[in-house]
Protein backbone atom coordinates (compact mmCIF):
# COMPACT_ATOMS: atom_id res chain seq x y z
CA UNK A 1 0.00 0.00 0.00
CA UNK A 2 2.78 2.39 0.83
CA UNK A 3 4.43 1.67 -2.57
CA UNK A 4 1.29 2.21 -4.66
CA UNK A 5 0.48 5.53 -2.69
CA UNK A 6 3.88 6.91 -3.25
CA UNK A 7 3.76 6.59 -7.33
CA UNK A 8 -0.14 7.73 -6.83
CA UNK A 9 1.34 11.06 -4.77
CA UNK A 10 3.70 11.40 -7.43
CA UNK A 11 1.29 11.16 -10.49
CA UNK A 12 -1.39 13.04 -8.89
CA UNK A 13 -4.37 12.45 -11.07
CA UNK A 14 -5.90 9.04 -11.78
CA UNK A 15 -8.56 8.67 -14.69
CA UNK A 16 -11.61 6.97 -13.56
CA UNK A 17 -12.98 5.17 -16.94
CA UNK A 18 -16.20 3.24 -17.98
CA UNK A 19 -15.38 1.60 -21.31
CA UNK A 20 -17.84 -0.34 -23.15
CA UNK A 21 -15.64 -2.27 -25.30
CA UNK A 22 -12.34 -3.93 -23.91
CA UNK A 23 -10.09 -3.55 -26.62
CA UNK A 24 -10.11 0.46 -26.76
CA UNK A 25 -8.06 -0.03 -23.46
CA UNK A 26 -4.63 -0.46 -25.64
CA UNK A 27 -5.25 3.16 -27.22
CA UNK A 28 -6.70 4.68 -24.24
CA UNK A 29 -3.40 3.58 -22.19
CA UNK A 30 -1.45 4.90 -24.80
CA UNK A 31 -3.17 8.16 -24.78
CA UNK A 32 -2.39 8.46 -21.44
CA UNK A 33 0.28 7.35 -20.44
CA UNK A 34 2.74 8.32 -23.12
CA UNK A 35 1.55 11.93 -21.90
CA UNK A 36 1.91 11.84 -18.17
CA UNK A 37 -0.62 9.57 -16.61
CA UNK A 38 0.65 6.08 -16.26
CA UNK A 39 -2.07 5.41 -14.24
CA UNK A 40 -5.74 4.12 -14.33
CA UNK A 41 -8.36 2.82 -12.64
CA UNK A 42 -11.05 1.06 -15.02
CA UNK A 43 -14.37 0.44 -12.92
CA UNK A 44 -17.02 -2.72 -13.15
CA UNK A 45 -19.88 -0.32 -14.55
CA UNK A 46 -18.95 -2.30 -17.21
CA UNK A 47 -19.10 -5.59 -18.10
CA UNK A 48 -15.95 -5.39 -19.83
CA UNK A 49 -13.99 -4.40 -16.90
CA UNK A 50 -11.87 -7.70 -16.11
CA UNK A 51 -10.93 -7.69 -19.65
CA UNK A 52 -9.50 -4.64 -20.09
CA UNK A 53 -7.64 -4.63 -16.73
CA UNK A 54 -5.78 -7.64 -18.05
CA UNK A 55 -5.37 -6.01 -21.51
CA UNK A 56 -3.96 -3.23 -20.60
CA UNK A 57 -1.97 -5.21 -18.10
CA UNK A 58 -0.01 -7.08 -20.58
CA UNK A 59 -0.14 -4.27 -22.90
CA UNK A 60 1.70 -1.78 -20.68
CA UNK A 61 3.06 -3.29 -17.33
CA UNK A 62 4.56 -0.02 -16.12
CA UNK A 63 1.08 1.71 -15.83
CA UNK A 64 -0.57 1.22 -12.30
CA UNK A 65 -3.71 -0.55 -12.88
CA UNK A 66 -6.94 -0.50 -10.58
CA UNK A 67 -10.03 -1.64 -10.77
CA UNK A 68 -12.93 0.75 -9.71
CA UNK A 69 -16.87 0.31 -8.68
CA UNK A 70 -15.81 -2.63 -6.89
CA UNK A 71 -19.26 -3.72 -5.06
CA UNK A 72 -18.29 -7.57 -3.81
CA UNK A 73 -16.47 -10.10 -3.27
CA UNK A 74 -16.48 -11.68 -6.89
CA UNK A 75 -15.33 -8.31 -7.98
CA UNK A 76 -12.67 -8.32 -6.25
CA UNK A 77 -11.92 -11.64 -7.59
CA UNK A 78 -12.23 -10.90 -10.79
CA UNK A 79 -9.99 -7.64 -10.45
CA UNK A 80 -7.27 -9.70 -8.92
CA UNK A 81 -7.36 -12.40 -11.66
CA UNK A 82 -7.08 -9.53 -14.43
CA UNK A 83 -4.20 -8.23 -13.10
CA UNK A 84 -5.10 -5.39 -11.06
CA UNK A 85 -2.41 -3.84 -8.04
CA UNK A 86 -5.30 -2.05 -6.75
CA UNK A 87 -9.45 -1.91 -5.82
CA UNK A 88 -11.52 1.38 -5.28
CA UNK A 89 -14.83 0.90 -3.88
CA UNK A 90 -17.67 3.81 -4.26
CA UNK A 91 -18.77 2.85 0.07
CA UNK A 92 -17.44 1.23 2.39
CA UNK A 93 -18.47 -2.39 2.44
CA UNK A 94 -16.46 -4.52 4.97
CA UNK A 95 -16.98 -7.51 2.88
CA UNK A 96 -15.16 -6.24 0.28
CA UNK A 97 -12.66 -4.54 2.12
CA UNK A 98 -12.05 -7.88 4.14
CA UNK A 99 -12.00 -9.93 0.76
CA UNK A 100 -9.08 -8.21 -0.50
CA UNK A 101 -7.25 -8.14 2.59
CA UNK A 102 -7.44 -11.36 2.24
CA UNK A 103 -6.12 -12.20 -0.83
CA UNK A 104 -3.29 -8.92 -0.58
CA UNK A 105 -4.53 -6.06 -2.80
CA UNK A 106 -4.80 -2.61 -1.50
CA UNK A 107 -8.25 -1.29 -1.36
CA UNK A 108 -9.36 2.29 -1.18
CA UNK A 109 -13.06 2.38 0.25
CA UNK A 110 -15.46 5.39 0.01
CA UNK A 111 -16.27 7.35 2.60
CA UNK A 112 -18.04 10.87 2.83
CA UNK A 113 -18.62 11.48 6.59
CA UNK A 114 -17.14 10.86 9.96
CA UNK A 115 -18.91 7.56 10.67
CA UNK A 116 -17.72 5.54 7.79
CA UNK A 117 -13.92 7.02 8.28
CA UNK A 118 -14.12 5.64 11.77
CA UNK A 119 -15.32 2.27 10.10
CA UNK A 120 -12.26 2.04 7.59
CA UNK A 121 -10.36 3.28 10.56
CA UNK A 122 -11.57 -0.26 12.90
CA UNK A 123 -10.54 -2.71 9.87
CA UNK A 124 -6.79 -1.20 9.14
CA UNK A 125 -7.52 1.59 6.47
CA UNK A 126 -6.35 5.03 6.11
CA UNK A 127 -6.08 5.82 2.84
CA UNK A 128 -9.84 6.54 1.41
CA UNK A 129 -11.49 7.36 -1.16
CA UNK A 130 -14.11 10.99 -0.52
CA UNK A 131 -16.62 10.24 -3.04
CA UNK A 132 -18.64 11.87 -4.58
CA UNK A 133 -16.51 14.81 -3.35
CA UNK A 134 -17.90 17.90 -4.68
CA UNK A 135 -21.61 16.74 -3.95
CA UNK A 136 -20.64 16.08 -0.54
CA UNK A 137 -18.99 19.32 0.45
CA UNK A 138 -16.17 19.28 -1.17
CA UNK A 139 -12.49 20.97 0.04
CA UNK A 140 -14.52 22.60 2.88
CA UNK A 141 -15.60 19.28 4.60
CA UNK A 142 -12.36 17.38 4.12
CA UNK A 143 -10.65 19.81 5.60
CA UNK A 144 -13.54 19.93 8.62
CA UNK A 145 -13.33 15.64 8.54
CA UNK A 146 -9.32 15.60 8.69
CA UNK A 147 -9.06 17.64 11.58
CA UNK A 148 -9.89 14.88 14.37
CA UNK A 149 -8.16 11.99 11.56
CA UNK A 150 -4.99 13.82 10.79
CA UNK A 151 -3.72 9.92 9.86
CA UNK A 152 -6.21 9.66 7.62
CA UNK A 153 -4.93 9.77 2.98
CA UNK A 154 -7.90 10.94 1.08
CA UNK A 155 -8.26 10.32 -2.63
CA UNK A 156 -11.49 12.57 -3.58
CA UNK A 157 -13.55 11.41 -6.34
CA UNK A 158 -16.35 12.70 -8.45
CA UNK A 159 -16.89 16.41 -9.83
CA UNK A 160 -13.33 17.31 -10.16
CA UNK A 161 -12.02 18.83 -12.87
CA UNK A 162 -9.13 20.67 -14.97
CA UNK A 163 -10.74 24.24 -12.70
CA UNK A 164 -10.67 23.00 -9.40
CA UNK A 165 -7.79 20.12 -8.86
CA UNK A 166 -5.34 22.28 -7.62
CA UNK A 167 -6.92 23.41 -4.70
CA UNK A 168 -7.51 19.72 -3.59
CA UNK A 169 -4.24 18.88 -4.19
CA UNK A 170 -3.79 21.85 -1.66
CA UNK A 171 -4.20 19.79 0.65
CA UNK A 172 -1.35 17.77 2.10
CA UNK A 173 -3.53 14.64 3.16
CA UNK A 174 -4.71 14.30 -0.23
CA UNK A 175 -2.77 12.04 -2.29
CA UNK A 176 -4.06 12.34 -5.40
CA UNK A 177 -7.43 12.94 -6.58
CA UNK A 178 -9.91 10.96 -9.43
CA UNK A 179 -11.35 12.45 -12.22
CA UNK A 180 -13.04 11.58 -15.79
CA UNK A 181 -13.02 14.39 -17.68
CA UNK A 182 -10.01 13.39 -19.91
CA UNK A 183 -11.80 10.16 -20.07
CA UNK A 184 -15.62 10.79 -20.78
CA UNK A 185 -17.31 7.67 -22.05
CA UNK A 186 -18.27 9.97 -25.35
CA UNK A 187 -14.42 10.64 -25.98
CA UNK A 188 -14.05 6.87 -25.64
CA UNK A 189 -17.22 5.74 -27.50
CA UNK A 190 -15.88 8.33 -30.54
CA UNK A 191 -12.48 7.11 -30.29
CA UNK A 192 -10.92 10.64 -29.81
CA UNK A 193 -7.23 9.24 -28.46
CA UNK A 194 -5.67 12.32 -29.56
CA UNK A 195 -7.78 14.77 -27.84
CA UNK A 196 -7.96 12.48 -25.01
CA UNK A 197 -4.22 12.69 -25.12
CA UNK A 198 -4.17 16.45 -24.95
CA UNK A 199 -6.30 16.33 -22.39
CA UNK A 200 -4.45 14.13 -20.24
CA UNK A 201 -1.23 16.33 -20.76
CA UNK A 202 -2.96 19.54 -20.31
CA UNK A 203 -3.74 18.46 -16.63
CA UNK A 204 -0.64 17.02 -16.11
CA UNK A 205 1.03 20.64 -16.77
CA UNK A 206 -1.45 22.19 -14.99
CA UNK A 207 -0.75 19.82 -11.50
CA UNK A 208 2.73 19.75 -11.69
CA UNK A 209 2.60 23.77 -11.96
CA UNK A 210 0.96 23.41 -8.50
Known amino acids: ?11 KIVPVIAIEEARDIIPLGHA ?23 LLKAERPDMLIGAGTVLHREHVR ?4 AGA ?14 ACQQIGIPV ?15 LGIDFVKFFPAEPSGGIAMI ?38 WMVSPQLIR ?4 KKIGNLAREAVEWVDAC
Do not use: H
Request: glycine content about 6%; proline content about 7%.
Open 1 to 11: MQEMMVRLRQI
Open 32 to 54: LADNGLPVAEITFRTESAAEAIS
Open 78 to 81: QAKA
Open 85 to 98: EFVVSPGLNPNTVQ
Open 108 to 122: IPGVNNASTIEQALE
Open 143 to 180: KALLAPYPQLKVMPTGGINIENIRNYLAIPQIVACGGS
Open 190 to 193: DKEW
